[in-house]
């Protein structure tokens, strides 16, 4: 049969209503979909991810052929496979001869660079469509961003709630605030009946895959087993569902908490279906406004969770497709320190952090505080470069993609783009993680102790952080009262504290 578009199908696209699923035909079109290994190793991803979207991949491709399309699968291990989009696309190109390429356009810049050379390469048209599955296209983020000297994330989440119309109203916000975090950050205490996210047995097809990652990426990072994650989306779905049950009603308070040995709280642990398109962003919001309005969740859950969604998500998208491909760039303090070696390991004294990264390690997930208060902290605290920062958290978390990762470490956690989000640095004390915490109880390390070497690395740390970049905060308004602190001390107590961050610092080396 003659082929008169081919449509190339990603692998974080796994939605019926992709923009270029709805331009093709089931009669007259081709899909195509491909694992390569380029993919999953340019940087060397957890193998529970790789897991999970090759799996994903196979189910949605068994779905869309049941829905009446005509497919090409290229598995990891076909024998001719090219190991490229480009690759991969040109060999497809060559069996049907198609007379144009549809794709959405991807998340990421690097292959939506790619792709604008694609045209050339094949000597016939290809058409990037937007992706519509975002409540904010790129024009219209940019719209909002023009002319603007801060681009806080707080103002563009009240327009999208606007647009959404999610709890509003009429056109005030329900409740009669926009934000509820004030009531977010209650800290945990240990219950026997936390709940625990919705987990999927592996069928034949995921057993496949699990062996398959196996095999072909055995030495990356990360436990490939047990392996839980839903790959259907009807099994993100029960996901979701089982989320609003069981957790949603209490998520608002306790987002911010951590406690030892529990991994997952009353968080979703549903961005990494979201972000590969088993849900919908938008039906899940409406789906936890649902619950709020009737009156099985609290507003504070409902608006906190909605947030993360509609505010956080769209806006971190919008920043980075505004700024690269320069942004990847960014240091604002020119932090140069590589990567400690604990980051992979886990082999560390300090317990919040073993826990945060032995949890990344087994689960290929870890929540927000965990990464910006936890090992985003330490990062910044100790000088890393943002950019292995960056690398390493777009490779060990299920749900990392660059456009949605990399505003989070490079603006958001390290503070390297000097402020485009964040009106001063995360920079904390080991005083937040025991406020919000039990991990200093079961620490070798003394949170109460500011100086020497039973004390909490991050006591030295974050006044030496704070020194070594004092020309570039000390005019930052929200960071004033600090710096007048840090100026009552006495020399002595100045001294010790330099003393120890050096002691720390040469440590890590």
Not at 38 to 58: C, G, N, P, Q, S
Not at 253 to 279: K, P, T
Not at 285 to 307: D, H, K, M, W
């Given at each position: ?502 002691k720390v610092l040469a440590d890590l080396r």
């Amino acid at each position: 049969m003659a082929v008169r578009n081919l449509v190339l199908v990603l692998g974080d696209q796994l939605s019926p209503d992709l923009s270029s699923l709805k331009a093709a035909d089931p009669a007259k079109d081709r899909l195509l979909m491909v694992e390569v290994r380029e993919e999953a190793t340019y940087v060397r991803h957890h193998k529970k991810k790789i897991a999970f979207l090759f799996a994903a991949m196979r189910r949605f491709a068994e779905a869309l052929r049941i829905a009446g399309w005509q497919l090409d699968y290229v598995p990891l291990d076909a024998k001719d496979n090219a190991g490229s989009f480009t690759g991969e696309v040109n060999r497809a190109v060559a069996r049907h001869s198609p007379e144009r390429l549809i794709v959405t356009e991807p998340g990421e810049w690097r292959l939506r660079d790619a792709m604008s050379r694609w045209a050339d390469d094949l000597g016939l048209p290809v058409d990037i469509l937007d992706d519509d599955r975002f409540v904010c296209s790129r024009a219209d983020f940019a719209a909002w961003a023009e002319g603007r000297k801060q681009l806080r994330m707080e103002f563009f989440y009240r327009d999208m709630r606007r647009r959404t119309g999610l709890l509003m109203d009429g056109d005030k916000p329900e409740g009669g605030k926009w934000n509820f975090d004030a009531e977010n950050r209650k800290p945990a205490k240990a219950d026997l009946f936390l709940p625990q996210p919705h987990r999927v047995d592996p069928d034949t097809i995921t057993q496949g895959v699990l062996d398959l990652v196996a095999q072909q990426f055995g030495d990356h990072f990360g436990d490939l087993l047990p392996f839980w994650f839903a790959v259907t989306a009807a099994q993100a779905e029960a996901a979701m569902e089982h989320f609003v049950e069981h957790a949603l009603p209490l998520f608002g308070d306790y987002q911010d908490a951590m406690l030892e040995g529990e991994r997952f709280l009353y968080h979703s642990v549903l961005s990494l279906y979201i972000n590969a398109g088993l849900l919908d962003p938008l039906a899940v919001c409406r789906r936890v406004e649902n619950e709020y309005r009737a009156g099985r969740v609290p507003l504070n859950a409902a608006e906190g969770f909605i947030r993360q969604i509609i505010g956080w998500r769209e806006y971190v998208r919008g920043i980075y497709w505004l700024k690269m491909p320069d942004y990847v760039e960014q240091n604002f303090f020119k932090a140069d320190r590589p990567l400690p070696d604990f980051y992979w390991t886990a082999e560390t004294d300090m317990a919040c952090v073993k826990a945060a990264v032995t949890q990344t390690k087994e689960e290929a997930y870890a929540h927000h505080i965990q990464r910006l208060m936890v090992t985003g902290n330490f990062a910044m605290l100790a000088g890393v470069d943002p950019r292995e920062v960056h690398e390493w958290y777009l490779a060990v978390y299920a749900d990392a993609y660059e456009w949605v990762e990399l505003p989070n470490t490079l603006g958001m956690s390290q503070f390297a783009d000097g402020g485009l989000l964040g009106s001063k640095p995360y920079a904390a004390s080991g005083n937040y993680i025991n406020k919000m915490s039990d991990h200093c109880a079961h620490c070798r390390y003394d949170v109460k102790q500011k100086t020497g070497d039973e004390a909490c690395p991050f006591n030295p740390l974050y006044w030496d952080f704070l020194l070594r970049n004092e020309s570039k905060l000390k005019g930052n308004p929200r960071l004033a009262q600090v710096y007048r602190t840090w100026a009552r001390m006495s020399p002595e107590k100045q001294k010790d504290y330099r003393k120890s961050a050096a002691k720390v610092l040469a440590d890590l080396r």
